[in-house]
């Protein structure tokens, strides 16, 4: 079996279930190229907590955890099994590297984990667990999860970072189709240049960094899991191809990373 990349996804809103964009058609092809995984890991910028957590529900139930939306998307369900036998695996491999986790056998899939699962394996017949993110002790902290989770790829887990490359909810109503954000192209242009030059110190410091990082996101939570699926590459060498997914609503940069590692110079 060949060994399978990290991915980050970034899920744009709740509504991206029911108008996939550019977003659906690419993680449907992303899926389509890749060989099948026996199961999925997700860290989803939608499970926070204080340690690292992992669910391990056999039959994890939709979590439609947001409001005022349109009635159809609160009908959609994402039916996959769970893993509680690899969730333990999941747990020991955290431990083993010092992180101290935790085990939650009835969290269900939140809509960071369900909405682009819908396009990546539309049929829901992949068992799938999610990875809780602990957005105060930062970027380093997401890497390691990554990285102590990184040998499963070679057992055919796919490994998962979802969330979204630009994510300022106070800019809901500010710009459009048709007016970007003028923040969104720098920050998204830094963060691949960095990302394909393997520069690891300039992106665990984007805060500090990155052009207009402050307004790209007010809040760490949505861009951690890309140091999750960074970590899960398994070693400083990242081997990040971007898949360019558009900008939803003029202010969501839905940019898609695989993550190959060394084997993307083999």
Do not use: C
Not at 19 to 32: F, H, S, T
Not at 139 to 159: D, I, K, M, N, T
Not at 234 to 254: C, V
């Amino acid at each position: 079996m060949n060994r399978l990349p990290s991915l980050f996804i970034s899920h744009g809103s709740p509504m991206t279930a029911l108008q996939p964009g550019q977003v659906g058609p690419r993680l449907a092809e992303l899926a389509a190229g890749l060989q099948r995984p026996r199961a999925i890991v997700m860290a989803s910028a939608h499970w926070l907590g204080r340690a690292p957590l992992v669910s391990a529900a056999p039959q994890p139930e939709t979590i439609h955890d947001f409001g005022g939306f349109p009635e159809p998307l609160y009908q959609l369900q994402y039916p996959a099994p769970g893993a509680p036998a690899l969730a333990q695996e999941v747990a020991q491999r955290l431990a083993d590297a010092g992180l101290q986790p935790g085990i939650d056998p009835r969290r269900g899939l939140d809509h960071g984990a369900w909405v682009p699962l819908r396009y990546l394996y539309p049929q829901a017949d992949i068992p799938v667990l999610q990875v809780s993110i602990q957005p105060m002790l930062g970027p380093q902290h997401q890497f390691a999860l990554g990285r102590a989770l990184a040998p499963l790829r070679e057992q055919g887990v796919l490994l998962i970072g979802s969330g979204s490359i630009t994510h300022n909810l106070h800019d809901w109503h500010s710009y459009s189709e048709a007016k970007e954000a003028p923040y969104v192209r720098p920050f998204i242009g830094w963060v691949e240049q960095k990302l394909e030059a393997d520069d690891l110190p300039a992106l665990f410091d984007y805060r500090r960094q990155a052009p207009f990082a402050a307004q790209a996101h007010p809040t760490d939570e949505h861009l951690l899991p890309l140091y999750f699926a960074m970590g899960a590459a398994g070693g400083d060498q990242l081997g990040a191809q971007r898949i360019d997914a558009g900008i939803d609503q003029g202010f969501l940069a839905m940019d898609i990373y695989r993550f190959d590692g060394a084997d993307a110079a083999a």
